[in-house]
C-alpha cells in the first residue's frame, strides 16, 4: 500500500474529459460560393488538357462540408456526378488524392479498409494504421462500421471482412478494437485501476515464460487513453522495459506491430502520423498511397499538429520533404493540404 500511496502522491489530475482540439490545415474557406466553384471546377475541366491547378486550388482548400456542396451544385450544372467526372479528367495518385477529398473522413476511412482486405491477399499495413489509429475514439469507429454496412460500395460488416483476412491473435486484437468497447474518458481518475492494470500488463508478459495476449487485449482496447498513457507511465515501476520493449521482446509479426502502433498513438498519434509519413518518403519515390491517406484524413484534424512533430522528430520539415519526393499536380495538391512550411 505505501508504494501505491507514493504513487498517487506523484500523478496530477490532467485530463478534463473534453474532446480533443483540432489542428486543421485546411479550415472553411471564407466567402464560399458553392456555385462559383462549380462552375469554376467545370470549366477546369472542360478546358482542352485539363486545368490541374484550378481543380487543386478549389478542391484542396475547402472543407469537407463545402466539397460536399460543391458537388451538390455540379451535378445540379453539369449533370454528372463529380466523382466520375473527375475520375474521366484525371488519373494516378492525384486522382486519388481528389476522389479521397469528396468522401467524409467515415467513408475515406471505411473504402480504405475495404481496399485493404479486397481480393487475394490483406494489405496488413494499412489495416494495422487504420484500425489502430481510429481505436482510440468509440464514436470515429462507430462510423466507420455505420458507413461499412450501409453504403452502396460495401453493404458489409466490417467485423466480418476483419475476421475473414486475419488469424490468431493479431484478428483477435483487430476485432476487440473493432467492437468499441473502449471506456470513455472522464475527469476522475482511479489511480488503483491504473495500478492494478500496469501490473496484470507485466504479469501477462516480461514477468512470465510466453505472453498472455488476452490480457493485453483486453487493457488496450477497452480503457480510455488517458488511463492508458498513466498505465504505461506506471508499468515502467514493475517492468526493467517500457512498454514497446515490452512488446518487442514478447510478440512478433503483425500483433507486434499493431500493438506498437496502439502504443505510439496512444502516447502521441501525431508523432505516430509524422513517422509514418517519413517512412513512407525515404526512398527516392514517395509511396503515394500512404501519404495521400495520412494527409487527406488528418488535414482538416491534426495535420498542422503533425507538421510540427514532423520537423521536431526528423530535423527537416513536412513541406520540403513532400517537395523532394513528388512532382507535378499530385506535389502541388499535397502542398496545399500540408498547408505550407515551417
Not at 107 to 130: P, R, Y
Request: aromatic fraction near 8%; glycine fraction near 6%; hydrophobic fraction near 35%.
Amino acid at each position: 500500500m505505501a508504494l501505491v500511496s507514493e504513487f498517487l502522491g506523484q500523478l496530477t489530475l490532467s485530463y478534463t474529459g473534453e474532446q480533443e482540439p483540432k489542428f486543421p490545415t485546411v479550415v472553411p474557406a471564407r466567402n464560399f460560393d458553392p456555385m462559383l466553384d462549380a462552375a469554376g471546377i467545370d470549366a477546369a475541366i472542360k478546358t482542352k488538357g485539363v486545368d490541374e491547378q484550378a481543380l487543386i486550388d478549389i478542391l484542396t482548400r475547402r472543407s469537407w462540408q463545402q466539397r460536399k456542396e460543391i458537388a451538390f451544385e455540379y451535378e445540379r450544372i453539369a449533370r454528372k456526378d463529380l466523382a466520375t467526372a473527375l475520375k474521366a479528367a484525371l488519373s494516378g495518385s492525384l486522382e486519388a488524392l481528389m476522389l479521397g477529398l469528396l468522401k467524409s473522413p467515415s467513408e475515406f476511412d471505411a473504402a480504405a479498409l475495404n481496399s485493404s482486405m479486397k481480393g487475394l491477399g490483406t494489405d496488413e499495413e494499412t489495416l494495422i494504421e487504420l484500425v489502430c489509429s481510429r481505436a482510440s475514439s468509440n464514436e470515429e469507429m462507430v462510423n466507420i462500421k455505420k458507413v461499412y454496412k450501409d453504403s452502396e460500395l460495401f453493404k458489409r460488416e466490417l467485423e466480418k471482412d476483419v475476421a475473414g483476412d486475419t488469424s490468431g491473435d493479431f484478428a483477435k486484437l483487430l476485432l476487440a478494437l473493432v467492437q468499441t468497447k473502449r471506456d470513455e474518458p472522464t475527469n476522475v481518475v482511479d489511480y488503483e485501476k491504473i495500478d492494478e492494470d500496469a501490473r496484470a500488463l507485466y504479469d501477462a508478459g516480461v514477468k512470465i515464460k510466453g505472453t498472455d495476449v488476452a490480457t493485453w487485449i483486453t487493457i488496450m482496447s477497452q480503457r480510455s487513453v488517458p488511463h492508458l498513457q498513466r498505465v504505461f507511465d506506471r508499468y515502467k515501476s514493475y517492468s526493467p522495459y517500457d512498454m514497446k520493449d515490452s512488446i518487442r521482446k514478447e510478440v512478433k509479426g503483425d500483433l507486434e506491430k499493431s500493438f506498437l502502433t496502439l502504443v505510439e498513438c496512444f502516447e502521441n498519434k501525431q508523432v505516430y502520423f509524422a513517422n509514418r509519413l517519413n517512412e513512407a518518403m525515404k526512398g527516392k519515390t514517395a509511396k503515394d498511397k500512404v501519404v495521400t491517406r495520412i494527409l487527406v484524413s488528418r488535414c482538416e484534424v491534426d495535420l498542422m499538429k503533425i507538421r510540427t512533430e514532423f520537423k521536431r522528430q526528423h530535423k527537416r520539415t513536412l513541406y520540403q520533404t513532400i517537395g523532394e519526393h513528388t512532382k507535378g499536380d499530385y506535389q502541388r495538391a499535397l502542398l496545399s493540404l500540408c498547408g505550407g512550411d515551417d
